[in-house]
């Protein structure tokens, strides 16, 4: 989880309201910023992370030791090229990497645990909104980001429309849909059925319910994959064995290796935040903050669209990725649109799908020229 | 680029807002937006041409014309332009009144089925004509309903569409179209190209 060093963090003053009601004052925000921000201050992307992110974008993530979630899309000459750009990355508040979360303690020195404010992604884009001022950028070049990313991207450019010049969601939706709901439940029952759990009590010195949250990774992780792409890399084969053992270890790779998923996202991520993030997700529905009409949550924005699905994903599938062109469209916005083939599934824009990172690098690089 | 691209960027004065139907690679796009200010977006079925367009720096939605055109607002465009396409789909008639309901104006292209070249191959070759708009072989041609320039002339007075200006080409030639010359116009030209509105 936490290791303190290492993380820059921005203390935000201003109190910050949240849509649960309740406000927030001297939080901090825990950032990582990748290349150079120029002198006229017009070449920052802000980037924001899918629910398991963190700030840590590109290169080695100093708490994991291993490449940052977005190496593929993120560094010098990749299609988010920071020779050129200025990526800038903060970790959610409700997160477990620095930024405010259910792991910190309260005024009492008591960790909070759920007695942390339920957060939403408006309240997530409103706190990261900061980073702005604290650089002294007045628009962003770009905000982009995948899957809950992707949300707090439509989020961000509806609450701040002159904020950004272009605007890249990424396989993602405006609203989570009942199926989306239904497996973070799954991931929120997983945790709190773990003993361990103890109504969120735990504390970092005691045993985590490390166990639930393991299964919730599992369960999660599967919808990030497509099923041909799972029978391609794994199907029946079996794991370090010449047959059937008869018995309920790991007999088949794909067990094995969803256990060893399970296994290492705990040495990372704090089961609350898991709850709280997840259900900042499920409460994500940008057309009902404009009366049903999507295209409302985008009228008073001039910025370049470029909407990007993948056809394996069936967690936020291509046409949920239309309706926010079409909401778009219907407004006369400036808006482009492609669906990239891959077998990978949603997890497609975290990895080496040329065809995506091709499509972003030219849509970056030609608007940037544009300036 | 295509001399017929030329004519149809000659139709559209500067500063206007335009949508390429079936914008393929993106050249005509990029003609209109680098020479005449033009507000461009482009909608194309083809995933590789949508990322040829991406390449160029041009706004474009990938999808089909038949179902995505209902999403755009009705006269969002100052013209709507479809470039040899109309015959390529299931309901060419659909296809046309969305274009007028989009665009203000429709700059229509047509590959001439009436040409004497393509007559002159079907009467004496007795197989499917082969020309320069019509490279296809029967089975793998992506055309379902050819027109001639008659066809389309007759079509759309039908439909109660006004022609602001129908020019036939041939190769080089441009020319006028019109209710005298017409029988003249489909028997010489290679293309039809139809300036409409509705």
Redesign the interface.
Known sequence: MNTEKNIKTLIVKEPLKLDCGKTIKDFPIAYETYGSLNSKKDNAILVFHALTGDQFVTGINPATNKEGWWSYAVGPDKAIDTNKYFVICSNVIGGCMGSYGPSHKDPNQKIFGTNFPVITINDMVNAQYNLLDHFGIDKLFSITGGSMGGMQVLQFISNFPDKSKTVIPIATTSSHSAQNIAFNELGRQAITADSNWKDGNYTSNETNPGKGLAVARMAAHITYLSKKGLQEKFGRKLQEREDLKFGFDADFQIESYLRYQGSVFVDRFDANSYLYITRAMDYFDLAKQFNGNLSEAFKNTNA?F?IISFTSDWLYPTQENKDI??AL????A????????SDKGHDSFLLDVP?FL??LK??LD??Y??N | MKNEFQVIADLIEKDKKVLDVGCADGTLMKFLKDNKNINI?GLEIS?ER??EC??????????NAEKDLK???DK?FDYVILSQTLQAFLNPELVLDELLRVGKKAIVTIPNFGYWKVRFHLLFKGTMPITKTLPDEWHNTPNLHMCTIKDFFHFVKSKDIKIVKSLALNNLNKSTINQSNLGVKNLFADLGIFLIEK
């Open positions: 370049k470029f062109v079409i469209n219907s407004i006369g400036d808006v482009g649109f492609v669906e990239i083939e065809d091709n499509a030219n849509f030609k608007s020229e544009e | 977006r995933k949508v990322q991406i390449a160029k720096g041009l706004t474009v939605i990938e999808g999403q755009f607002p969002s």
